[in-house]
Structures are given as structure tokens and as C-alpha cells.
């Protein structure tokens, strides 16, 4: 259970830090800023990878250890499933800003 809580930091701190760059790159655009940006994406796209397949680790092991499967159970692990996407969805919502505020900065440049 502590990988999912340590791959949420990790996703939200890059998701933040992409975030922050960005916003600064839109405000005052440098190319520093820009070649910023770039890594920090990916750095949020493997957390988002990590946390995802951390999280379907927890899942099927949840699943492997249950011994009388019923509607309760299946919905544990549907319910287990979709928790798996949350951290995904966060990472690239920021990304989707972050990205959007570079063309704006990126328009500001021009």
C-alpha cells in the first residue's frame, strides 16, 4: 500500500512541477524554460505508467488472495480497478494545462 501512496507523490509532484514550469514559460518564455518542460512530461507520463501498473499489481494481488468470489468481490475489484485510473487522469489533466500555457507562451514569443 505505501507504493500507491509513494507513486501519488510522485505523480503530483511532477504533475505540479510541469504545471509550475509551464506557467512560468507563459508568463516569461525562454528556451531554458521550454527544454524544461520536456523532461519534466516525461517524468509525469512514466509516474502515471508506474502508478498505474503499482496500482493493477495491488488489484490482481487483492484478487489472487480471495477465495469465494461473489458480486461483492467482483465489485471490489472493479471498484479497485478504476481507483487504478485516478492518479493516471491527474498526471495527464496536468499535462493537458501545462502544455496549453507553453502555446500561449509560445504565442507570446512570436
Not at 6 to 20: E, H, P, T
Not at 67 to 86: D, H, K, Q, Y
Amino acid at each position: 500500500m505505501l507504493g500507491l501512496y509513494l507513486m501519488w507523490f510522485a505523480v503530483l509532484v511532477s504533475g505540479v512541477g510541469a504545471f509550475g514550469v509551464s506557467l512560468a514559460y507563459a508568463i516569461s518564455p525562454t528556451e531554458r524554460k521550454l527544454a524544461l518542460m520536456r523532461p519534466l512530461s516525461l517524468a509525469s507520463i512514466f509516474s502515471a505508467i508506474g502508478s498505474l501498473t503499482a496500482g493493477w499489481a495491488t488489484v490482481l494481488k487483492g484478487a489472487a488472495v480471495t477465495t469465494a468470489w461473489g458480486a461483492e468481490s467482483v465489485r471490489n475489484l472493479l471498484l479497485g480497478a478504476a481507483e487504478t485510473l485516478i492518479p493516471v487522469f491527474v498526471a495527464f489533466g496536468f499535462l493537458a494545462v501545462a502544455w496549453l500555457l507553453v502555446a500561449v507562451g509560445m504565442r507570446r514569443r512570436d
